[in-house]
């Protein structure tokens, strides 16, 4: 099973990834996946992205206008089957994010529209503020994401993205160890506490091999369930090949 057919991303959908860990590996990842199938697909950021995150992924498209961006971003996808997208750059090495009521015009563009809707300073784990995720209304499917790389680490800047806000929702202090309930927490509460009505949630735990990752993801996942997300994705996503994904 490949991670768009886990998720379940369809044609049609508007999937919005949220969290920390593996959100730019798993939107290039799943934008191959879609490619192979002969699906077109459209990815932004709806706060920031770092061009190199966007890299293979198709070439950039940017205005500051709604007009012009429709127009950009049409004729990259028409090029090459996708695109990246955003409303410029804030340096030469940074998109600037789409405004989320945008993409109910954008995703007439593509069969598929992927977004990056937060940050997370590549920790593995964080704490999400109140003004996160920026989702747009139109969002069919919020994944959530988390390494579980950041299970049993003490809690601090090193390990967690914003570790006050994560202590805040978890009761996990400050140098004390990410527990599984206090990981599918974050998820949970978090990146999934205001999904727009109607649109799906997914879990997806990164950084899964074989061995230890995989027994502690099993006891995340138990957590996630108790929390109702039912849907939940572990993967590994390598540098080069396809990831490797499970369905507990």
Same mark, same amino acid.
């Given at each position: 099973?490949?991670?768009? %057919?886990?998720?379940?991303?369809?044609?049609?959908?508007?999937?919005?990834?949220?969290?920390?860990?593996?959100?730019?590996?798993?939107? *290039?990842?799943? $934008?191959?996946?879609? *490619?192979? /199938?002969?699906? !077109?697909?459209?990815?932004?950021?709806?706060?920031?992205?770092?061009?190199?995150?966007?890299?293979? +992924?198709?070439?950039?498209?940017? %205005?500051?206008?709604?007009?012009?961006?429709?127009?950009?971003?049409?004729?990259?996808?028409?090029? %090459?089957?996708?695109? @990246?997208?955003?409303?410029?750059?804030?340096?030469?090495?940074?998109?600037?994010?789409?405004?989320?009521?945008?993409?109910?015009?954008? %995703? #007439?563009?593509?069969?598929?529209?992927?977004?990056?809707?937060?940050?997370?300073?590549? *920790?593995?784990?964080?704490?999400? $503020?109140?003004?996160?995720?920026?989702?747009?209304? !139109?969002?069919?499917?919020?994944?959530?994401?988390?390494?579980?790389?950041?299970?049993?680490?003490? @809690?601090?800047?090193?390990?967690?993205?914003?570790? /006050?806000?994560?202590?805040?929702?978890?009761?996990?202090?400050?140098?004390?160890?990410?527990?599984?309930?206090?990981? /599918?927490?974050?998820?949970?509460?978090?990146?999934?506490?205001? +999904?727009?009505?109607? $649109? #799906?949630? /997914?879990?997806?735990?990164?950084?899964?091999?074989?061995?230890?990752?995989?027994?502690? $993801?099993?006891?995340?996942? *138990?957590?996630?369930?108790?929390?109702? @997300?039912?849907?939940?994705?572990?993967?590994?996503?390598?540098?080069?090949?396809?990831?490797?994904?499970?369905?507990?």
């Amino acid at each position: 099973m490949n991670l768009c %057919s886990a998720l379940g991303v369809v044609p049609g959908d508007v999937v919005a990834f949220a969290g920390a860990g593996g959100k730019s590996s798993a939107i *290039r990842e799943i $934008a191959t996946e879609l *490619r192979e /199938a002969g699906n !077109t697909v459209l990815v932004a950021p709806t706060t920031k992205m770092l061009i190199g995150e966007a890299d293979g +992924i198709g070439p950039l498209a940017t %205005s500051e206008s709604l007009e012009g961006l429709i127009s950009e971003a049409g004729k990259a996808i028409s090029g %090459s089957g996708a695109a @990246v997208i955003g409303s410029g750059l804030l340096s030469k090495d940074r998109i600037a994010g789409v405004e989320p009521a945008w993409f109910s015009s954008l %995703s #007439r563009l593509a069969d598929v529209v992927l977004i990056e809707a937060d940050g997370s300073r590549h *920790r593995p784990l964080k704490g999400t $503020a109140d003004h996160e995720p920026a989702l747009p209304a !139109t969002t069919t499917l919020v994944v959530a994401v988390g390494n579980i790389g950041a299970f049993g680490k003490p @809690v601090g800047e090193e390990n967690i993205h914003r570790p /006050a806000l994560f202590s805040d929702l978890t009761g996990v202090g400050p140098g004390q160890s990410v527990t599984a309930n206090a990981f /599918a927490r974050a998820l949970a509460h978090g990146s999934l506490r205001s +999904i727009p009505k109607g $649109a #799906r949630s /997914a879990a997806l735990i990164t950084g899964v091999e074989p061995g230890d990752s995989m027994a502690h $993801a099993s006891v995340v996942t *138990r957590e996630l369930w108790r929390m109702n @997300v039912r849907r939940v994705v572990l993967t590994s996503i390598p540098e080069k090949g396809p990831a490797q994904t499970w369905l507990p």
